[in-house]
Nanobody
Framework: QVQLVESGGGTVQPGESLRLSCRTSGSVSSFYAIGWFRRSPGKQREGIACMTGSDGIPSYRDSVKGRFTLIRDNSGNTFYLQMNDLRPEDTATYYC??????????WGQGTQVIVAS
């Protein structure tokens, strides 16, 4: 199975930025789809950003559009989620997957993002 490891989370104040990394077990170029998801306690996991194809156009959840950017580096083994202008409602555990679907089942540990003043 593909193994993905998320990192880069932390605690920041509103308006600040974080860059999350997804370390993959192989080349990012081997993935047709890459995606980022998040889950808060008591809530369902939701898709944040995803891309299909090596040169596709990312799609974003409306609440993060214009603030978050999915970055795919096909030359390496990491893809990223650049998160700017973070808001308290962005607080969640963030997950990456070689998928654009929440039905994906091989989730990793995720990385925690806390946005608070």
């Amino acid at each position: 199975q593909v193994q993905l490891v998320e990192s880069g989370g932390g605690t920041v104040q509103p308006g600040e930025s974080l860059r999350l990394s997804c370390r993959t077990s192989g080349s990012v170029s081997s993935f047709y789809a890459i995606g980022w998801f998040r889950r808060s306690p008591g809530k369902q996991r939701e898709g944040i950003a995803c891309m299909t194809g090596s040169d596709g156009i990312p799609s974003y959840r409306d609440s993060v559009k214009g603030r978050f950017t999915l970055i795919r580096d096909n030359s390496g083994n990491t893809f990223y989620l650049q998160m700017n202008d973070l808001r308290p409602e962005d607080t969640a555990t963030y997950y990456c997957a070689p998928s654009c679907r929440t039905q994906y089942t091989d989730w990793g540990q995720g990385t925690q993002v806390i946005v608070a003043s």
